[in-house]
């Protein structure tokens, strides 16, 4: 099933109450939201292309690039985010909590309203 997304689309290959695969296509100099899940775990592997991969770490935010064969481990709470040097595809495998996002910053207005 392919979910068109303002940076790009997700095509997803598996859907099961255990696991959801899918890959994650981001066009150069696009962003994923900053990021974390109170449930779901994930893996990440950069299929082609290069991104920019930002997380967590101790309090810490970190930022490495990322290319072909590259992978990453993003547990639950861990801040993340995904930006694309050039057209990427990467793929993730992750429980299937889908809508389970906490949206901190987003460039395409999707991040969650100060509670403030």
């Known amino acids: 099933m392919r979910v068109d997304k303002p940076w790009g689309y997700e095509l997803r290959w598996a859907t099961t109450d255990r ?16 990021q974390y899940h109170n449930v779901k775990d994930e893996t990440i592997l950069v299929w082609a292309g290069r991104i920019r991969f930002e997380h967590d770490v101790e309090g810490s935010r970190v930022t490495r690039e990322m290319t072909q064969g590259d992978s990453a481990h993003i547990t639950p709470g861990t801040v993340h985010r ?6 990427s595809d990467i793929f993730e495998v992750s429980t299937p909590e889908l809508e389970d996002v906490v949206r901190l910053e987003d460039r395409y207005g999707r991040a969650e309203p100060d509670s403030a």
């Not at 899918?22 to 696009?30: D, F, L, N, R, Y």
């Not at 995904?82 to 057209?87: S, V």
């Open 19 to 34: 696991y959801v695969g899918k890959v994650i296509h981001v066009q150069a100099g696009h962003a994923l939201s900053l």
């Open 82 to 87: 995904m930006t694309a040097i050039e057209d």
